[in-house]
């Protein structure tokens, strides 16, 4: 598990990114950013933790639990996230390929993070009336500037 | 009724079930984006398209969920969404007759959103995803919830 996610740390490091600047969250969900939700972040963490219990066809259409490194990841971004005050997403999703998906979805523009089956952590915001997100990769390890 | 092969019309909805992993919240009821997310596995990924079913070919629209496990379709809500709106977005539907048992009526697909598109290039995707949640979410366009 480890060593994936050292790989992977490495990997993300080696690229130019989007720094692991979660203020881009706070800053699209203004509404939020006096307020530090510790009930919705348990619930979130709480949401983590059953999608690791999730077993064969969790989703009802054939789909397979999601790989512990995935999870792992997802925990990761989450305590990073918090550990920095931000607001806690609205909602915590699993995907049926495998991915884990934070939403914020009750302000102006919808923000998510997408973690996906490779390890690439996603953060994508739509602006109103956009015809595309705006989306860029970070690395929970690189430190916030 | 309509006959499923009558021409889709400005005035019908379609309908779509929506996974109680897609509810947001139940009271109020609102779905978030991932209710309209094209499957990418399994034995029906959606390379053609999202599905949905003209409300206007079934008798009742607990109907579309007759392909779901009984034991499982409390767990799935039903919204709808009218064509009027589709053709704004320019996301029209195409009809695409279900032949596997059960059978269900009035099955058409949104190629606008579909497994290759998604996988492909989903920042152009989610924003037409996010548009049809929001339009629910304003609406209150649900004619069932999830009970689970």
Known sequence: MSTVLESNQAALMGREQYKANPRHIATSTAYFSDTFDREQWERCFAKLREIRSYEHDWNDEGAEPLSEDVLSMAFLVAKMLRANLQPAPTQCIATEEGHVIFIWDECVEYSEVEIDRYLRCTFRKIRPGAKRAESTEFSPFTPIV | ?148
Request: aromatic fraction near 8%; glycine fraction near 4%; hydrophobic fraction near 35%.
């Open chain 2, 1 to 148: 009724m309509k006959d499923q092969e009558a021409p889709i019309t400005d005035d019908e909805w379609v309908l779509r079930r929506v996974h109680t992993d897609n509810f947001m919240s139940l009271d109020p009821p609102r779905i978030n984006p991932y209710a309209f997310k094209p499957q990418l596995t399994g034995r029906f990924p959606d390379t053609t398209g999202i599905s949905f079913y003209r409300q206007a070919c079934v008798a009742d629209h607990n109907h579309v969920l007759s392909k779901t496990n009984e034991a499982k379709r409390d767990k799935y809500g039903i919204v709808r969404i009218p064509i009027a709106f589709l053709n704004s977005l320019n996301l029209d539907v195409h009809r695409d007759d279900d032949h596997d048992e059960p059978i269900v009526l009035g099955h058409v697909v949104m190629p606008g959103i579909n497994s290759d598109n998604y996988t492909q290039d989903k920042d152009s995707v989610l924003p037409k995803m996010k548009l049809l949640a929001d339009y629910i979410n304003e609406q209150r366009a649900f004619l069932r919830l999830p009970s689970t």
